[in-house]
């Protein structure tokens, strides 16, 4: 170095192509929730019998309440639902689900599905942010073949 002022050229190195494929239980609930989801094209809650809140999914311990929740408690609950906030992304990320990268923008909804006492996050269609409202309505559209996971969801559509 001579101590003037160069434009240092940065340079990268290639680690090749990595494929990690690795699949994981989704447990008791989640697999009758994604079942359901599966064969009724419906929700699945759980309802608690100590405070009467209601999750979506189904899950083993209530979170307001710490109740053990059984199968009993389990609900049938709508495909409807409200848009209780959203997020129109617009940075490209790779969706873990798929592996792919996401085409931008797309719409990022917390819905609180009709009959449940929580929010459950999906893609909302439509990106036009002055067209979505916090409090409107959304229908889950499942996609034709459904395989008992999240992709079965494609998105919630805006119903009014
Ligand atoms: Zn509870």
């Not at 599905?113 to 067209?131: C, L, P, Y």
């Amino acid at each position: 170095m001579t101590g003037e002022s160069k434009e240092i050229e940065l340079l990268t190195n290639d680690s090749g192509t990595l494929s990690m494929p690795y699949e994981w239980s989704i447990g008791k609930y989640g697999s009758l929730f994604f079942k359901y989801l599966r064969e009724k094209r419906r929700f699945l809650g759980i309802r608690c019998p100590r405070c009467g809140k209601v999750m979506v999914p189904p899950r083993r311990i209530c979170g307001p309440c710490f109740q053990d929740l059984g199968e009993k408690d389990i609900v049938e609950l709508s495909d409807t639902g409200t848009i209780m906030a959203f997020s129109v992304v617009n940075y490209p990320f790779i969706d873990p689900a798929t592996g792919l990268k996401r085409p931008i923008p797309y719409t990022y909804g917390y819905i609180n599905i009709d009959g449940s006492d929580n929010i459950f996050s999906h893609v909302i269609n439509g990106t036009d942010e002055t067209k979505i409202k916090v409090g409107m309505k959304v229908r889950a559209v499942f996609r034709e073949k459904m395989e008992g996971n999240i992709q079965d969801i494609k998105y919630f559509e805006i119903i009014r």
